[in-house]
């Protein structure tokens, strides 16, 4: 298992190194839910690049979600 060694990568002192971790976990998608806190963490980091793949492995890793704004009160068409 992968995991815990990009989890530990989002450490590292080499921006780089926490780029592709974090950009690494954000393509194993849901799988890698035991790197959100630390995935969350990471979208503070001082390099903008870490914080936006940061921030895409987080959303990733939640998985598609349903566009909840175009759903109306007592719309049948969405299956609702």
Known sequence: DSIPA??????DENPVTRLYAAS???AIGPKARAAVP???RCTEDKVD????AAALALQNIAGPREDLSRTKKGD???GM
């Open 6 to 11: 990009l989890v530990n990568a989002l450490e």
């Open 24 to 26: 690494a976990l954000g």
């Open 38 to 40: 630390d995935l969350t």
């Open 49 to 52: 690049a870490v914080r936006i």
């Open 76 to 78: 049948k068409s969405n």
